[in-house]
T-cell receptor, first 113, second 111 residues
Framework: DTAVSQTPKYLVTQMGNDKSIKCEQNLGHDTMYWYKQDSKKFLKIMFSYNNKELIINETVPNRFSPKSPDKAHLNLHINSLELGDSAVYFC????????????FGPGTRLTVL | EDQVTQSPEALRLQEGESSSLNCSYTVSGLRGLFWYRQDPGKGPEFLFTLYSAGEEKEKERLKATLTKKESFLHITAPKPEDSATYLCAVTYGGSQGNLIFGKGTKLSVKP
């Protein structure tokens, strides 16, 4: 009965590779997000997405792209991985964009060697 | 300049020793202030949402309050299982619904 799930839990890869992280929510929510948590545990928004609009944080490199096959899924694709991409990535969802609580997945720890 | 500042960065308490965590914000047009708890290796877990100054919410040993400039998370008679990082986040008119997080307070409660 997991609400927001992510796969894989851990991802270790070489510089220059392309990888994807999957996210699924079974809460019936309309809006999903991707966050990056750096080594200092600081959480920063990367993307927010509902079925009408994608909002991209301007600091996110265009090597990162969200893909949503349907309302319950928001996957994160990363091209040409760099050392600085190493972090924990969290997916989250909320009932609708606005001042509503967001529910987070368990995170994916990405390590780029 | 950080929009959301949490203090202290770390707090060590003895079991039963009550204290407060602070979250101050500089954004205009606050739409909501959120408290989350994060355990090591896990995603943030939602605790409270506060929408307007003067609002208070309670859950077990935790009580969150909000003023026009800051929020406090009061922990009464903490237990070791309250040990975690507590995150504060805001949404405001310019954040397009996104949460803007502070850097968290790491709480350790010793038995």
């Amino acid at each position: 009965d997991t609400a927001v799930s992510q796969t894989p839990k851990y991802l270790v890869t070489q510089m220059g590779n392309d990888k994807s992280i999957k996210c699924e929510q079974n809460l019936g929510h309309d809006t999903m997000y991707w966050y990056k948590q750096d080594s200092k545990k600081f959480l920063k928004i990367m993307f927010s997405y509902n079925n009408k609009e994608l909002i991209i944080n301007e600091t996110v490199p265009n090597r990162f792209s969200p893909k949503s096959p349907d309302k319950a899924h928001l996957n994160l694709h990363i091209n040409s991985l760099e050392l600085g991409d190493s972090a924990v990535y969290f997916c989250a969802s909320t009932i609708a964009s606005g001042p509503n609580e967001q529910f987070f997945g368990p995170g994916t720890r990405l390590t780029v060697l | 300049e950080d929009q959301v500042t949490q203090s202290p960065e770390a707090l060590r308490l003895q079991e039963g020793e009550s204290s407060s965590l602070n979250c101050s914000y500089t954004v205009s047009g606050l739409r909501g202030l959120f408290w989350y708890r994060q355990d090591p290796g896990k995603g943030p877990e939602f605790l409270f949402t506060l929408y307007s100054a003067g609002e208070e919410k309670e859950k077990e040993r935790l009580k969150a309050t909000l003023t026009k400039k800051e929020s406090f998370l009061h922990i009464t008679a903490p237990k070791p299982e309250d040990s975690a990082t507590y995150l504060c986040a805001v949404t405001y008119g310019g954040s397009q619904g996104n949460l803007i997080f502070g850097k968290g307070t790491k709480l350790s409660v010793k038995p």
